[in-house]
């Protein structure tokens, strides 16, 4: 690593640091409707403003994508902690009741957890601490066994992610230079299902891995210095058989690290600026549309980060598609609860196999087709298949490293009890 780079690292460390502190003393210091606490807004923002061309410096990789995620959510919960939803030092966890030093990093874990984990406002859908640590400690999983177990883990994600980012590259040298810079529509529908499992491939597995392999590597290193709690480090996906619908994929399986700040801005326009009823139908969507609106539009910085210009970059596009498939299937599910109540034919329990499979089809369809936009400009970039700082391809060949990885997953899921 040489000097610039090092030195843009702890640049990008120093400001995020200052974006969550800034705020965390505001919301401790300050009641709630000070005038105060507005500067967080434009502090925040400037901070950001700064600090994401320096992750751009760094070069395309997922890394530096993630430390612009982490920058723009902190300007979100800076407008949902401090402004529409106020907190202060009594709604602390603790009910402030430490002292200042920890207040302030208990006001500070609010701000890097989204998420809200162990708090009063804790998002609905949070997956549970796995079985595993059950047998030991059904409240808290012992530290030794969480940091085993998570170690472990990452292992076994940094071999796979390895294993994808080589063939990924291989592929994209191979079409260098061959393929448009935005996808072409007007394809065979041979092509178009190559094109669905290749997306595929790229969310619901890769980008799943490569997102939870960065939030154990945090948890292992936050837990192994005494800094947090396992317990505050619950699994980040939930189980793959809750993506049987487009709403299970968003609302249980997929991380939900930018729903509680966006769905706060989004209940605002609605409802204070807007004014909509809180029962209406147009105010339900319009909250799941502007969600998923100031979704896409964050990603599109992402996108920039990792070297996609712009007018290239499909994140809005599918991002902003998103609310369309959820009223189709909301729409279909009505449609069928009304005809099974005239066929008197309506059930309590879980879903028939059949509906399970036939909706699993369907979301993945869904998804396959509309990240069209969103996956292409990243997976025909050779720049962009580094999903791991090293690879270990030069020690370890690629019959080799898929065979620890095929052993390791059996290992895993008997020795740990990991699930999909």
């Known amino acids: 690593m040489d000097k610039g780079t090092s030195l843009h690292m702890l640049q ?17 210091a300050t009641p709630k409707g ?15 403003y700064y600090a994401i061309p320096v992750a751009t410096a760094l070069g395309p990789g997922f890394v530096w994508c993630e430390c612009g995620r982490l920058l723009l959510t ?26 200042l030093a920890a207040r302030i990093y208990t006001a500070t874990r609010l ?27 059904p409240k808290e999983p012992p530290r030794a066994r969480f940091l085993t177990r998570q ?66 590597v945090f948890s292992i290193i936050l837990v192994g210095l005494g800094l947090d709690s396992p317990a505050n480090c619950p699994p980040l996906f939930g189980r793959a058989l809750d993506a049987d619908t487009v709403r299970g994929f968003w609302a249980k399986f997929w991380h939900q690290l930018l729903q509680q700040p966006l769905t706060a801005v989004s209940g605002f326009i609605t409802k204070d600026f ?3 009823p809180s029962d209406s139908v147009i105010r339900r969507y319009s909250n799941v549309f502007i969600v998923f609106f100031f979704s896409g539009g964050l990603h599109v910085v992402l996108d920039i980060v990792q070297g996609i210009p712009a007018q290239e970059s499909g994140a809005m596009l599918f ?12 729409g279909i599910k009505l449609l069928w609860k009304l005809v099974s109540k005239s066929k008197n034919t309506s059930r309590t329990g879980p879903k028939p196999l059949w509906q399970r499979v036939l909706g699993f089809l369907w979301s993945m369809a869904w998804l396959g087709v509309t990240s069209t936009g969103f996956f292409y ?31 390791g997953g059996a290992l895993l899921a008997k020795v740990f009890e990991v699930e999909v």
């Open 34 to 48: 000070s005038i105060l606490r507005y500067s967080s807004i434009p502090c925040s923002v400037l901070i950001a």
């Open 319 to 330: 991002f902003a598609t998103a609310p369309l498939g959820l009223m189709i299937e909301d």
């Open 377 to 407: 400009p990243q997976v025909i970039r050779p720049q962009n298949q580094a999903l791991v700082p090293f690879s270990v391809a030069s020690y370890i060949g690629l019959p080799a490293r898929a065979g620890m990885v095929i052993i």
């Open 274 to 276: 807007l004014g909509l």
């Open 12 to 28: 990008i460390i120093g400001l995020y640091a200052a974006q969550c502190l800034i705020p965390a003393i505001l919301l401790i």
């Open 151 to 216: 170690i472990s883990i990452v292992i076994w994600q940094y071999l796979t992610l390895d294993i994808f980012a080589t063939l990924a590259l291989q592929q994209a040298l191979e079409q260098s230079g061959t393929l448009p810079p935005v996808p072409r529509w007007d394809i065979s529908t041979e092509q178009w299902i190559e094109r669905i499992i290749s997306n595929i491939m790229a969310g619901f597995v890769v980008s799943r891995i490569l997102i939870d392999f960065h939030h154990r």
């Open 74 to 99: 902190v300007v979100f919960q800076c407008l949902h902690l401090l402004l529409i939803n106020p907190k202060d030092s009594g709604d602390l966890p603790t009910g402030g009741r430490q002292n």
């Open 111 to 137: 701000f890097t957890d989204p998420r809200g984990i162990n708090t009063p406002w804790q998002i609905k859908n949070a997956p549970s601490q796995p079985k595993y640590y059950e047998r030991w400690d």
